[in-house]
Nanobody, 122 residues
């Protein structure tokens, strides 16, 4: 059974930081690029960032470039998203996802977690 379980969300003030984690099981984690998406209230799914199998290749949405950093630990089957300089517009539910294809900007996914809420508010 495929499982992706996100954690690390919460309420943070503008300018603050959070680190999201996504622990996976049930599929060969080290065979897939992995992605973070987010969905803000009343909006569609937004791609945030993707990391390659080795972790050396990364890609970011323009809205988060320079502030967010994606990484992975294949030995722990875990994906991370370090979020710095958070803004109110970063408020969303954040999901990790396994893709259908190993591409740097997927538009859909094969599996995803339930998500973790990130709220940026003073």
């Amino acid at each position: 059974q495929v499982q992706l379980v996100e954690s690390g969300g919460g309420l943070v003030q503008p300018g603050g930081s959070l680190r999201l984690s996504c622990v996976t099981s049930g599929f060969p984690f080290s065979h897939y690029y992995m992605t973070w998406f987010r969905q803000a209230p009343g909006k569609g799914l937004e791609w945030v960032s993707t990391v390659s199998i080795s972790g050396e290749g990364t890609n970011y949405a323009d809205s988060v470039k320079g502030r967010f950093s994606i990484s992975r630990d294949n030995s722990k089957r875990t994906l991370y998203l370090q979020m710095n300089s958070l803004k109110p517009e970063d408020t969303a539910v954040y999901f990790c996802a396994r893709p259908f294809l190993n591409v740097y900007r997927p538009t859909t996914y094969k599996d995803r977690g339930q998500g973790t809420q990130v709220t940026v508010d003073s």
